[in-house]
């Protein structure tokens, strides 16, 4: 994923959490959190920069990916956030609960 976003989109900070441990079953690198900053979003609405995303990394979102929660943004905006940008991982009745 990471080599794929890099060469698609030449990302000025890239940050790709595995969260896959948080939820059930066997599955692993299967649910990611992606925090993406490029220049390639500029003038895009927030689903058209998820939307590009989607596209480069169909192959693994056919496959193992089960899940991706992604924040897309401009170099401007991430300066506007002051580099203060996350992604809460969301509560699932997955693997942190067995036992």
Request: hydrophobic letters at 35%; proline letters at 6%.
């Amino acid at each position: 994923m990471e080599t794929k976003l890099i060469e698609t989109f030449s990302p000025s900070r890239l940050r790709i959490d595995n969260d896959s441990k948080r939820h059930a079953g066997p599955a692993t690198d299967s649910h990611f959190r992606l925090i993406i900053v490029a220049d390639a979003f500029d003038g895009q609405n927030r689903v058209q920069r998820q939307r590009q995303v989607y596209a480069c990394l169909a192959e693994e979102l056919a496959g193992p990916v089960h899940a991706l929660q992604m924040k897309c943004l401009t170099q401007a905006e991430y300066e506007t956030a002051g580099g203060d940008v996350t992604l809460k991982a969301p509560p699932c009745g997955g693997g942190h609960r067995r036992p």
